[in-house]
Nanobody, 123 residues
Framework: QVQLVESEGGSVQLGGSLRLSCAAS???????MAWYRQAPGQEREGVAA???????TYADSVKGRFTISRENAQKTLYLQMSSLKPEDTAMYYC??????????????????WGQGTRVTVSS
C-alpha cells in the first residue's frame, strides 16, 4: 500500500514554469511512477512515467517541455513543467504502480493515485 499526496499546483502565465511534487507514504523504489492529467470534460491522460531504473516515457504533447524525476530515498516524485501552454490546464495526478509492475503510460499499470492538484495556465 502507498498513499500519494501532490503538492499544491498553481496558476501561471503562458510560457511560465511550475514544479509539482508528490510525496509517498511508502517505498517507491520498485514502483513505476507517473503523472497524469485530466482537463474538464476530457479523459485522464498520461503525461510522463518513470521506471525504477530512471527510464522515462512522455506524452508527445509534453516532450521537451516537461521532465519527470524521482528521489527514491525521499519517496518523492517530481514533474518540472516549462513553456506552459493554456492546453496544459488540468488537474494533475500522481500515480504509483504495484511493486515490480510494468511501466509506461497505460492507465491499467497504476493502482495508487493522489487526490490531484490543479494547474491553470492563462494566456
Amino acid at each position: 500500500q502507498v498513499q500519494l499526496v501532490e503538492s499544491e499546483g498553481g496558476s501561471v502565465q503562458l510560457g511560465g514554469s511550475l514544479r509539482l511534487s508528490c510525496a509517498a507514504s511508502g517505498d517507491i523504489k520498485f514502483r513505476c511512477m507517473a503523472w497524469y492529467r485530466q482537463a474538464p470534460g476530457q479523459e485522464r491522460e498520461g503525461v510522463a512515467a518513470i521506471d525504477r531504473d530512471g527510464g522515462t516515457t512522455y506524452a508527445d504533447s509534453v516532450k521537451g517541455r516537461f521532465t519527470i524525476s524521482r528521489e527514491n530515498a525521499q519517496k518523492t516524485l517530481y514533474l518540472q513543467m516549462s513553456s506552459l501552454k493554456p492546453e496544459d490546464t488540468a488537474m494533475y495526478y500522481c500515480a504509483a504502480s504495484p511493486l515490480y509492475n510494468s511501466c509506461g503510460l497505460r492507465l491499467s499499470y497504476f493502482g495508487y493515485w493522489g487526490q490531484g492538484t490543479r494547474v491553470t495556465v492563462s494566456s
